[in-house]
Every structure is written in C-alpha cells, then in structure tokens.
C-alpha cells in the first residue's frame, strides 16, 4: 500500500500528468558531471534542483542538499528547508519541526535558522534531535540560542544545514542535480548518489527550480534567452 493513499472509495482525483524533464539543450555527454551523496530526508529531488554542500564540521558534513534561495515568500520550490511550527519566543536552544522534516538533519549539522524578517543566524551544532516526546513533532536542540528576536511562523521561519557562508543566507549554489532522485522521507529516508552537473553544459533556464540571482553568481554561470549556460 503506497505511504500516501488516495482512498479506497471510488473517486476521481482531478490533476495533469507530471513528465519527467528534459534540463538538457547541449548533448549530456559534454557535461562536466560528477557522482555526489544527498543527505537524507529531502524526499524526491527533481533533476534540474540547484544544489548546495553541507558545511558543518560534523553530521552530515561533506554530503549536498538543495540550495536553499536567498528571498523566500513560501511559495518557492525550497525543499532545503524545514519549517517550524511554533516560533521561537527569542533566546532559546530547541526549534520544533515535524516528525518528517525532522530527518532532513542529524546530530553533528550546524544549524541555520531564518525568516523573511530576521537575520538569518547561524545555531551552531545539532546535539539532539527528539522525535519520541510528541506525536506530531520533533524537537531539535543546538548549542547556541538564537537571538533575542523571535522568529515566528507568521514570518516563514524555518532551520536548514549549514551550507554555505553568512553572505548568502548560509546556502552557496555549487552545481545542478542532473537526474532525479529519491532521498527519503522520514524514518524510512537513505539519501542517494547522484550526478551533479559542474559546468560545460547548456541547460533549459525554465527547468531549473530554485535557480535565483544568487545561485548564479555562486556557479558562475550566465543566462542567454531561454536557456542557462554553465562554461
């Protein structure tokens, strides 16, 4: 039985086909690619996701999750980031998460946190992550309370690894996932290998999901028209 059911009454459920994309407008094989590990937890990451590298100096350090964009309104494809579900309440060590986000980090990551208000700040290493206590969430704690200034739900607060420096929201852009893959969802979550694409290639600007201004400073890339080019 699939995790996420439809039912088993007889309906119709209303929607469009999902194909699967085609990044590519240079031929695959000119790329400039490598094999990579994607932490866990982030669920299907499509291909064409701008990706980033986990930064901390422990956990998960070393492996690649999505480039989380510098401006956020909510409605971006962002699936580097876990929102919280209550705010902060200022200078506290513990951020609450749901059970699934929850397994997008391990003890041992930094910890960002961020809103679209406050600063994002930098919570140091995870210690524990406790996803026993409540039935519908996990409690992460860090080793450095956030800032006076509570970040707040109403504002889109939300943690992510530390995966870049403090210039860019703590997410620096470092290449384009070229498959898609699957990385988990909660409990059950592995992480994947997967192709990055580096350079030499152009690419179809409109299939690239979480690609802003930002990101392509970081890769270095340029927009022509329609597509992307990474030299």
Known sequence: MPRYS???????????????KNIYYSRPEIALVT????????????????LAKNKSAAGGANKYVPYSPTLFT???VDPARAFLLQATGGAVNTVYVTLDDSYKFVVGDDLIIDDNVTASENLGKITAIDRTTYPHMAAITYTTASGGTSFTTARKAHVKVEAGDSSNNYSDAVGILAVGVDTGIGVNAQGAVAPI??????LYEGMLTNLDAAAKV????ASFGRFYILK
Request: charged share 20%; proline share 2%; aromatic share 4%.
């Open 6 to 20: 439809q039912g088993d009454t007889p309906h119709i459920v209303r929607g469009v086909q999902k194909d699967y």
């Open 35 to 50: 094999d990579i590990a994607l932490q866990a937890g982030y669920g299907l990451i499509e291909a064409g996701t701008v």
């Open 74 to 76: 909510g409605a971006e």
């Open 197 to 202: 694409i580096l350079s030499n290639a152009t």
């Open 218 to 221: 970081d890769i270095g890339g």
